[in-house]
């Protein structure tokens, strides 16, 4: 069974920092490219960040670039995203996905306030 488990959401004051990791079974992970999304309070789903299988090259919407940062580890079958300096703006569901979205996580909560 595929499966893609988002963890490490949760509350933080502006500023702060979280490591949401995104563990992947039932697939070959590393043949993957990958994806972050998110959806805040009653907005659509927004990219925020995506790496691919091969290189690792990376990439970031404008809103996140120089504050998350994403990373894989093929080995344990996991993504990572770093965010750091987080906004309130930054509030929303995190999802993690297959970059062609046939597969995605349950999601976990991120929440920045003070």
């Known amino acids: 069974e595929v499966q893609l488990v988002e963890s490490g959401g949760g509350l933080v004051q502006p500023g702060g920092s979280l490591r949401l990791s995104c563990a992947a079974s039932?697939?070959?992970?590393?043949?993957?490219?990958m994806t972050w999304v998110r959806q805040a309070p009653g907005k659509g789903l927004e990219w925020v960040s995506g790496?691919?299988?091969?290189?690792?090259?990376?990439s970031y919407a404008d809103s996140v670039k120089g504050r998350f940062t994403i990373s894989r580890d093929n080995a344990k079958n996991t993504m990572i995203l770093q965010m750091n300096s987080l906004k309130p703006e930054d509030t929303a569901e995190y999802y993690c996905?297959?970059?062609?979205?046939?597969?995605w996580g349950q999601g976990t909560q991120v929440t920045v306030s003070s």
């Open positions: 790496i691919n299988s091969g290189s690792g090259s990376t």
């Open positions: 996905a297959t970059s062609v979205c046939d597969y």
């Open positions: 039932g697939f070959t992970f590393s043949t993957y490219a």
